[in-house]
């Protein structure tokens, strides 16, 4: 197989931290009539893409990774 469990593993975690990103930038939007200062806080406009960038590169890291096998598996 191309990944192994630790692949897997790393790739899940990658995908929560991604998706924990996603939800600090959910949140209520403005009405057409009333201006929301939220929209522009610093947890939705620092914070979560930052969160989300780290998530993603740690899935690229999680594909990339090759575990180290022992010496009686390759043999």
Known sequence: MAFSKKNYILLALGMAIV???LVLMSGD???E???NPDI???RR???APLVSLFGFV???FAIMYK???SR???V
């Open 19 to 21: 998706i924990i990103g």
């Open 29 to 31: 939007g403005s009405a």
């Open 33 to 35: 009539g009333v201006f």
């Open 40 to 42: 522009f806080s610093a």
């Open 45 to 47: 406009i620092k914070v």
């Open 58 to 60: 740690f899935i690229m």
């Open 67 to 69: 575990p180290k096998t």
């Open 72 to 74: 009686k598996e390759e």
